[in-house]
């Protein structure tokens, strides 16, 4: 599996900022899509935002519009999750997804995953 290496998580306060990276190293292709998803425990995982990095069109989960923002970085192959206004609900652990297939970045069923990298927000 191609690793998708993510860095950036920490613990804020409501209302701070943060942002996290999602590195794909390791193949010489771009991926079609990227995207973070986010799990917090006893919860399903849930799509935060999406990047087709062909044209650099985004979809954002509701929760997060207007408060969140993913970019690319081609020459870096890297793609960020610039998080602002964050909120106690926004705590989880946040995880960088690729694929070849647009759709399966959408659908959840990306086949390139990262570990994940924790957020934590206190009130």
């Known amino acids: 599996q191609v690793p998708l290496v993510e860095s950036g998580g920490g613990s804020v306060q409501a209302g701070g900022s943060l942002r996290l990276s999602c590195a794909a190293s390791g193949y010489t292709s771009r991926f079609n899509c990227m995207a973070w998803f986010r799990q917090a425990p006893g919860t399903e995982r849930e799509r935060v935002a999406i990047?087709?990095?062909?044209?650099?069109?985004?979809v954002y989960t509701d929760s997060v519009k207007g408060r969140f923002t993913i970019s690319q970085d081609n020459a870096k192959r890297t793609v960020y999750l610039q998080m602002n206004s964050l909120r106690p609900e926004d705590s989880a652990m946040y995880y960088c997804?690729?694929?070849?297939?647009?759709?399966?970045?959408?659908?959840?069923?990306?086949?390139?995953w990262g570990q994940g990298t924790q957020v934590t927000v206190s009130s």
């Open positions: 997804a690729a694929d070849f297939a647009e759709m399966r970045c959408g659908a959840g069923t990306a086949n390139y």
């Open positions: 990047i087709y990095t062909g044209i650099g069109s985004t």
